[in-house]
């Protein structure tokens, strides 16, 4: 069953009464999973969100309009690479990243330290801030608690990330604890500094760490929840630990964090990955995978995942999924898709794209509304019976090029 | 002044009943100018009529509803490249190049000649044909008179063109001759053979040529006219003869070719091309420019050409030209362009194509218009005034990317 991402959606209606930027309405739950809705001054999200990574201020290749026909709600950019490229003030001279790109929605950006961090050998990382050189010309820069507010301040989000420290998945215990104090002094930091930089109507989420460590993870809670955030969001997952941890922890941690705030992981996942994080309580996620696996060629289907380069693929007439409702499926071919992706076309990657969003939009959306409907235990069975089912793993696909959220290696 | 390149357009329209494919109606003269509609198995096309060239089956990174909103009547597809990647009898198996690419319209294809006549050191010219390996992978193939019609057969082109043989504009007489005697012949092969091969509904071209040799010209463009061709076009032009002798040939020859059908000079050309081919009598163009440069970031405009990358479009909030309705300058800045060119995110290309082709297609629609309207003389009067007060050419482009028609360096 694929489903129409778009059906019901708070943000293409007119018959609710807008709610002021920062209110979560909690609209259903069944075991420690919800459905709610979070308003922004783009418009209210529906969770469970799957949020599409647009790196540069655009989602490669596609439209605004498009993002609307798959059921984007809120996409996310980031700030890392949008500082320097075109840089966080020329966006605010363009009136900011919604007027700049075209996009009535909400944002989301995160506070670009993730990408910092992994700048290996380029920063130097204090108990202020981080020092660093970009990959992009080598120029140097600091980042801090405050830096990061005022560059999405200046990038006009509507949801803004606090600068986090997340050290790798295999850190030395003491990194790891050294990582959540600093991680709660910035928070803390970003909450005094908040109502003078960021607008009223931007809200802030703060960022939980703690790796797998489930003790560290649950005193952080703690304390990020006393802290006047508009959401949290669990950091320092699907950062190198295997697939089953993570599931654990985000089981073990999500239900946890505070009930009446909408609840993020950063940069998850497959669809196994949204099935167990909707099942844990997470609210809002965001990957890029869609993205980045459809313009290598990797499509999403309910039969597991498709390389379109297969030979098999070369005289099919049929559509990646007969049963999809989405603009490629409804259009064109496997046959196409593959002699487009062949020739390089740039057309296959946005075709590709597209499908792969509305796939995974479906998905989530999927969980969304039986959970409205209270029939999410039976819903994420049958959910899980697909995968299960799915063909397995196609061989490996050669290491992407970077472009999304990434920082190639310095 | 920017028209609408879609009002009025008789594919747009259904209060016209439809004629035979071949049918071409006379609409308007002016001097040796014309205003014309002619009629395939896919439509009308209004003439004069500008074709972008989808090369693979696809105008890069455009989908057909795109061609439609800029104004498309007719696209054009590269026979050579087709017939190898993904191969016509694949084409043919996916039901032709109009469902292959979910293109509704009417489609013309050339021979593949003009490429396989490119590819230096790789061809063998004889009487019958011409022996080539391709560019793809070097494997060895034989073009003739027959198989370039039966390729045509299989991608169910609306307008097949006969394979001529075109030699360079610095040809040698007894060369530029014996080319002319060989494409008579060929012209004549292929009529023989053409109720053979192509169906009903498939209209055929002859080509003309003679380089700028008048006299040559005026002989084959007798000899053509004799035969059963529902089209003529005009070949040899544009292929390195300087732009004035071509527009002197242009008028000299257009004129004498039969009124009663369609004329085309293949592969022009650029807005002043454009005005003197439509002036002189030509009806029908294809050219990878407006693509192609889209892609290399060079936009046209009223005040010329426009190079993205240039440092005061950096913080241009206005679009590229105000006036135009196209999609691309009805909802996207100059700022914006520039940022997805400088992070070569495909969005910018797509953008930029729109662009060009609603310019191209505009440009001559607002011939065809005033030609209706008896009013030809004036407007390519301003027209010219506009283009001679135009920003001089910006410095040259590097050589661009092959991909649309041509064939890379052997």
């Known amino acids: 069953m694929i489903i129409d991402p778009r059906a019901g959606l708070s943000c293409e209606r007119s018959d609710t009464a807008p709610r ?5 309405e909690l609209l259903a739950t069944e075991g420690t999973a919800r459905a709610g809705r979070l308003w922004t001054a783009h418009g209210p999200i529906d969770t469970p969100c799957f949020m599409p990574v647009g790196t540069y201020g655009a989602v490669k290749g596609l439209v605004p309009d498009e993002l609307v026909a798959v059921g984007s709600q809120v996409i996310l950019g980031n700030s890392y690479h949008l500082a320097h490229r075109p840089g966080a003030a020329l966006v605010r001279e363009l009136g900011g990243l919604h007027a700049m790109m075209g996009w009535s929605r909400a944002i989301l950006t995160d506070s670009g330290g993730y990408q910092v961090f992994s700048l290996r050998g380029l920063q130097r990382i204090d108990d202020d801030g981080v020092d660093y050189r970009t990959h992009f010309d080598g120029s140097a820069h600091r980042m801090t608690p405050k830096s990061v507010l005022e560059t999405q301040a200046a990038l006009g989000s509507d949801i803004c990330m606090v600068l986090d420290h997340c ?10 604890r050294r990582a959540v104090d600093r991680t709660t002094r910035w928070a803390e930091l970003a909450s005094e500094l908040r109502p003078t930089i960021l607008a009223p109507t931007q809200l802030c989420f703060g960022i939980v760490q703690g790796a797998t460590d489930l003790e560290l993870r649950r005193a952080h809670i703690e304390t990020m929840a006393a802290l006047p955030f508009d959401g949290l969001a669990l950091g320092g997952l699907s950062v190198g630990e295997p697939p089953a941890q993570m599931h654990a922890t985000m089981h073990a941690i999500a239900p946890l964090m505070p009930a009446t705030k909408p609840r993020y992981v950063m940069g998850i996942g497959t669809p196994i990955d949204l099935l167990e994080a909707v099942a844990a309580g997470v609210d809002m996620f965001d990957c890029v995978m869609p993205t980045r696996n459809a313009r290598n060629g990797q499509l999403f ?39 487009l992706h062949a020739q390089d076309d740039p057309l296959f990657g946005r075709l590709a794209t597209l499908h792969n969003l509305f796939f995974f939009h479906a998905w989530v959306a999927r969980m969304r509304q039986a959970l409205v409907a209270g029939t999410f235990a039976a819903e994420i069975a049958r959910m899980s019976a697909e995968l299960a089912s799915a063909a397995p793993e196609p061989a490996p696909q050669p290491t992407p090029p970077s472009g999304e959220g990434d920082v190639p290696p310095a």
Do not use: M, Q, V, W
Not at 171 to 176: G, I, K, R, W
């Open 20 to 24: 002021p930027p920062g209110t979560f």
């Open 167 to 176: 050290p790798p998945a295999d850190a030395p215990a003491l990194e790891l």
């Open 301 to 339: 289907t309910r039969a597991g995942k498709l390389n379109i380069r297969r030979a098999e693929n070369k005289s099919d007439r049929g559509p990646i999924d007969p049963e999809c409702g989405c603009p490629t499926c409804t259009r064109f071919s496997r046959a196409y898709l593959r002699h």
